[in-house]
């Protein structure tokens, strides 16, 4: 009798209730995915492969979804996410990179401006 009560926890996390579908993961990949997009991920070559990644990481999580695989398409759906926003942070700081080139690029042509003028105090 003992080693059946110890036994009955076991059992029931086999029963358990079945893992419910990552609705509201999808849509968190769908939106950093469409956030990566937006800041132009596309225009990045290392940007551009992790979109891919989250791109082909998304369709793979659909497909399980469809076969009831909930608890698989979860994890694909948070590492779809996951590159997604790499992607995003990849094109976010080569835009700053190229912001800050731009302003370094501008302040120089001003700060020669004056002494190419030629005037005298």
Known sequence: MKYLIALLPL???AC?????APVQRMADAQAAYRAAKE???EQDPQAQL???LAEEQFAKAKTLLDQEENRRADFLLIRSKADAELALAIAEERES???AERAR?????QSAAPMAGGTQP
């Open 39 to 41: 800041a132009g991920a």
């Open 105 to 109: 690029t501008q302040a120089t042509e």
């Open 11 to 13: 059992g029931l996390m």
């Open 97 to 99: 990179r190229e912001a």
């Open 16 to 20: 358990g209730p079945s893992y419910s």
């Open 50 to 52: 992790h979109l891919k």
